[in-house]
């Protein structure tokens, strides 16, 4: 956990960062669980600082990761997202998994879901790990690597 004093600190440079982007976002309460830091945003237009899948808005959390990381000594992951981005798309990801996990158990023929990150494909997996009458599997190369739903042998 980290401190007050470190808290503080996140949020000044996780201002600074943005002022000096010339990006005007309102910057909700610091939420921290365990070791893993979440910073939420509201903006405008969003989809500026989330881009195409998600992938600008990791590179910012990455790229804010770096700066934090040279501030505080403290062992810490940050998690940011943009007005509740995140949050809707691991719901979407969810929906997802059990519909097809559906369709696959009453088919009995396998699905390839389309490619997606590794921390997509992680949701999924988790998602289905319960189920006993399919199972998952991630195939291919990044970035084409995808997840297949199969019934249970």
Do not use: C, W
Not at 11 to 30: C, H, Y
Not at 113 to 127: D, F, G, K, Q
Request: hydrophobic share 40%; no cysteine; proline share 5%.
């Amino acid at each position: 956990m980290l401190t007050q004093s470190n808290l503080d600190t996140v949020n000044k440079i996780v201002e600074e960062f943005f002022k000096k982007m010339t990006i005007d976002v309102e910057i909700k309460p610091l939420f921290q669980k365990e070791k893993t830091l979440s910073i939420n945003l509201k903006m405008e237009k969003p989809q500026i600082l989330i881009g195409e899948g998600g992938q600008t808005l990791l590179e910012i959390q990455r790229l804010l990761k770096a700066i934090l990381r040279r501030k505080i000594e403290e062992i810490f992951f940050i998690d940011l997202d943009i007005n509740d981005y995140k949050k809707r798309k691991i719901e979407y990801l969810k929906e997802t998994a059990h519909s097809v996990a559906d369709e696959v158990a009453l088919t009995k023929r396998e699905k390839i879901l389309s490619p997606m990150p590794a921390y997509e494909r992680r949701i999924i997996h988790l998602e289905i790990a319960d189920r006993q009458d399919v199972t998952t599997e991630s195939i291919g190369q990044e970035p084409e690597r995808r997840v297949i739903i199969k019934p249970y042998p």
